[in-house]
């Protein structure tokens, strides 16, 4: 049974920094770990995903800004998130994509940017 815990979600004021984790449990090849976010009324789009050789992709509205990584000792990926806008607000969702291309899903962590 494969189970992706998050945590690290809130509130925070425009220009903060938050930290977003996300555990694995379970047996699993793990190919990429990511993290996507959906605000009200918006689809759902990929924010940063890091792969098991340890390449990066980023959203480029959140580069320079928001950094992924992954510990694969304690199978957890984090996303550092400084300087936060507003425009950040939305749900954040933890994913793991496998080497079969099966997609397991976090239950997604709230962050609000606001003053």
């Known amino acids: 049974q494969v189970q992706l815990v998050e945590s690290g979600g809130g509130l925070v004021q425009p220009g903060g920094p938050l930290r977003l984790s996300c555990k694995v449990s379970?047996?699993?090849?793990?190919?990429?770990m990511g993290w996507y976010r959906q605000a009200p009324g918006k689809q759902r789009e990929l924010v940063a995903v890091i792969t098991s050789g340890g390449t990066t992709n980023y959203l480029d509205s959140v580069k320079g800004r928001f950094t992924i990584s992954r510990d694969n000792a304690k199978n957890t990926v984090y996303l550092q998130m400084n300087s936060l806008k507003p425009e950040d607000t939305a749900a954040y969702y933890c994913?793991?994509?496998?080497?079969?291309?099966?997609?397991?899903w976090g239950q997604g962590t709230q962050v609000t940017v606001s003053s």
């Open positions: 994913n793991i994509l496998t080497y079969s291309d099966f997609a397991y």
């Open positions: 379970g047996s699993i090849n793990i190919k990429s």
